[in-house]
């Protein structure tokens, strides 16, 4: 079937609210009504058998990846696969069916999720219904976003995402110059780079072409040994891609890619390059997330983080995430899947389920051990500073002390639907 003549039809239907201040408040009142509804769930004072739907969830629409990245755990190249890396996939890599994405979409839609996210274990433009996928969740007047490695993303993508108000478009590079860029995507070559640069560049071209804001364009860097030096050159690549907003964030390591921690000289160099870097975005209007990567040092260095390595986690709560394979899983470091979906109504039995609630009580109960959690990297968690935030604001009287609050997120950000929304 030709997909992209079926978007045709879809894109010329009108996306956009007609009052959008009003559909803005209604929206903030219904995320605010979810989030009083979580956090009595977590204190107890409904059944926590009955939490509300999660306030964002993540799809993996198609779990293969076309290109093969040094620090990426799901597909890295031979050099840098572990025992960690072969066991990402529970299940074997799926697609998933526009029938099954469609069912969750309702179920979460009823459950009072207005937000989602395209982004998984691969490449989600290699799904050939993403611009269908991208249009049913906007029809509901959800906010949208897709995370993409830019290849695929051809003229007639980019027109279909912006006629179609996605929300918020983020591309990862990982680079700021095309030489960096396959040392770290090693399947593709520096032409590559300039193709990708290209892409978004058309995006954002077409976007103000026909004048619309949407989607926010945010280019992403995940630092490593290989490519810390180049933050103000990474700035000014934003820039010339005519995007919104450069976001840094430090790589995970897993046993295979050691190699890609900075050494504390490298970490110290890149700190002292930071001003340089701000003064660059500043310069060039290019937002960036630079002052809370500057306080947030990688989860490598465990010797930078101040207070209590784990703490008590509330993902169960506010976040859910299902592969292209079906396999429901309920954060980013854990591979074990809580359930599988094979039907177009099982996300909401799993949400439901027993199996879910005993993860909740395993995680709000960390640093306690739990078999629930073997799968997951509790120990050194991206999620942590958002953990203690949502820890602090519930237990204003028990509140997890000596962890620096410059490198806290705040809960507010759960409302911002553009800068510093990071998951
Ligand atoms: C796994 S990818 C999937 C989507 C798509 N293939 C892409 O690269 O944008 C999702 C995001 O995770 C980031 N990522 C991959 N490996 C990472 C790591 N070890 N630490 C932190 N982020 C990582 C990627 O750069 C990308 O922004
Ligand atoms: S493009 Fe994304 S999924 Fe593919 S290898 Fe790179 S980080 Fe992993
Ligand atoms: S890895 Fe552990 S602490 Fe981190 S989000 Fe997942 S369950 Fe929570």
């Known amino acids: 079937m030709n997909t992209l003549a079926k978007e045709d039809k879809l894109v010329k239907e009108p996306l956009y609210p007609v009052f959008p201040k009003l559909d803005k408040m209604v929206k903030f009142a219904k995320k605010l009504k979810q989030c009083v509804r979580i956090a009595l769930s977590i204190w107890g004072i409904t059944s926590s058998k009955k939490p509300p739907g999660p306030i964002y969830a993540q799809f993996g629409i198609a779990d293969p990846c076309n290109h093969k990245c040094v620090m990426c755990g799901d597909h890295p190249p031979e050099t840098h696969v572990s025992e960690t890396t072969k066991a990402a996939f ?20 009823a459950r009072g999720t207005s937000d989602i996210e395209m982004v998984g274990q691969g490449e989600p ?23 993409t490695n830019g290849s695929r993303l051809f003229d007639k993508q980019a027109e279909a995402m912006v006629d179609l108000g996605l929300d918020r478009l983020q591309l990862s590079l990982n680079a700021g110059n095309p030489e960096t860029y396959p040392l770290i995507h090693v399947t593709e070559s520096p032409e590559n ?26 280019i992403s860097f995940v630092i490593t040994s290989r490519n810390c030096a180049e933050l103000e050159k ?60 500057a306080a947030t040092p990688p989860s490598y260095m465990y010797e930078e983080i101040t207070g209590p390595q784990v703490v008590p986690c509330y993902v169960g709560w506010y976040f859910a995430r299902v592969l292209g394979n079906g396999s429901v899983l309920p954060c980013c470091q854990c591979t074990k899947p809580l359930s599988e979906v094979e039907q177009t109504d099982d996300f909401g039995k799993s949400w439901d389920s027993d199996t879910y609630n005993s993860f909740r009580d395993a995680a709000r109960a960390l640093p306690e051990n739990s078999e629930m959690l073997s799968g ?14 949502i820890h602090n604001l519930l237990h204003p009287f028990n509140k997890i002390k000596g962890a620096k609050s410059e490198m806290l997120y705040h809960v507010s950000d759960i409302f911002k639907s553009r800068k510093d929304d990071q998951n």
Do not use: W
């Open 90 to 109: 529970y299940n074997p890599p799926g697609i998933m069916s526009f029938e099954n994405y469609k069912g969750i979409i309702d179920d979460l839609f």
């Open 125 to 147: 433009m290699l799904n050939k219904h993403v611009v269908d996928m991208v249009a049913y969740a906007k029809k509901k007047g959800m906010y949208v976003r897709i995370v």
């Open 193 to 218: 780079f300039k193709k990708v640069v290209a892409n978004i560049r058309y995006l954002t071209d077409y976007k103000r072409k026909v004048g619309r804001e949407a989607p926010y364009t945010r």
């Open 234 to 293: 990474m700035v000014e690549v934003v820039h010339e891609m005519g995007a919104d907003e450069a976001i840094f964030n430090h790589t995970v390591v897993h046993e295979g890619s050691q190699d890609l921690k900075m050494s504390e000289e490298q970490y110290k160099k890149m700190q002292a390059d930071l001003p340089a870097a701000k003064a660059m975005a500043e310069k060039l209007g290019v937002n960036a997330n630079l002052n809370t990567f």
């Open 376 to 389: 997951c990297e509790c120990d050194h968690c991206v999620l942590r500073p958002r953990n203690i935030s």
